[in-house]
């Protein structure tokens, strides 16, 4: 497939998305990101990056707490909409290469950004740029949901036919290997299905692990400097959807997608989409 392309039309599809949901799931309101913001603990001194900025959508809300904000975005559109707000900075760069001096970062937010790009690359890259001690938030979707969620699998097989970069993290894996990555796990919250997340229904993992879940919400305290960063975690189809493939006894997952396109998973039965 042609690689995707990060461009005006991008643009306007996250402008569209942030209105509503083509599915009728709510999208995250500012009440609900200020929430998550709020667990950063951010101070007038700290300087925060907003990684993947997009639009400036957050920038109010982080502005509640610094006036010291850089951001960046993959698309050059994105970064010129965002200079109507108030930056100490922005340019066009990637999560996986930020531009940044090491260490310079109190606080990185990276809200609805990694599940688009090269997660183990970019998690190193912010554990570059991030001070000891220091702290990100990030948002991303598991790669084990719910076999009965349809609109997970439905979003999940649409974007790839769409050719839309999407990316699912193996979280329980990520949080075993987090110290030789450089970090500590300071908070994780998941959310159980596809909405929940707009919907503000959070489930706090503790101790038991919660086995199935669409999307995740975490803070990373950078400990150390990583020691290792070849650890692999992410994957561009979920495990739910492999092996849904795989009882359908499809191993090509795309064509396990195109022979579905018109159909929607229940209960491990197909059944018409409309």
């Not at 959070?202 to 070849?230: G, R």
């Not at 561009?236 to 359908?248: L, N």
């Not at 795309?254 to 989409?273: P, Q, S, T, W």
Request: glycine content about 4%.
């Amino acid at each position: 497939m042609d690689q995707f392309k990060f461009d005006t039309s991008y643009n306007q599809y996250w402008k569209d998305r942030v209105k509503h949901a083509s599915d009728g799931t709510k999208v995250p309101g500012l009440d609900v990101i200020e929430e998550l913001i709020a667990e950063l603990k951010i101070s007038s001194k700290d300087k925060v990056l907003d990684l993947g900025c997009g639009q400036g959508r957050i920038f109010p809300v982080i502005k509640h707490y610094t006036n010291i904000i850089f951001g960046i975005d993959i698309d050059l559109s994105m970064i010129n909409d965002a200079t109507l707000y108030d930056y100490t900075s922005l340019h066009v760069a990637a999560a996986e290469d930020s531009r940044y001096p090491d260490n310079y970062f109190d606080k990185i937010i990276m809200l609805g950004t990694f599940d688009v790009v090269e997660q183990e690359k970019s998690l190193a890259e912010i554990n570059r740029i991030l001070k000891i001690g220091g702290t990100c938030l990030i948002t991303g979707k598991n790669d084990t949901y719910c076999k009965d969620d349809e609109k997970a699998f439905i979003a999940e097989r649409n974007a790839k036919l769409k050719n839309f970069p999407n990316r699912f993290t193996d979280v329980k894996k990520l949080i075993e290997h987090l110290p030789v990555l450089g970090y500590s796990c300071e908070k994780l919250n998941v959310f159980i299905r596809r909405g929940d997340f707009g919907d503000n229904k959070k489930v706090e993992v503790v101790e038991d692990w919660v086995p199935e879940f669409y999307e995740y919400f975490f803070i990373l305290k950078k400990i150390c400097n990583a020691s290792q960063t070849d650890i692999r975690f992410a994957s561009e189809f979920s495990k739910t959807v492999k092996d849904m493939a795989k009882e359908q006894k499809e191993d090509n997952i795309l064509a396990f997608f195109n022979a579905n396109k018109n159909h929607l998973f229940v209960n491990r039965n197909l059944v018409n989409d409309a």
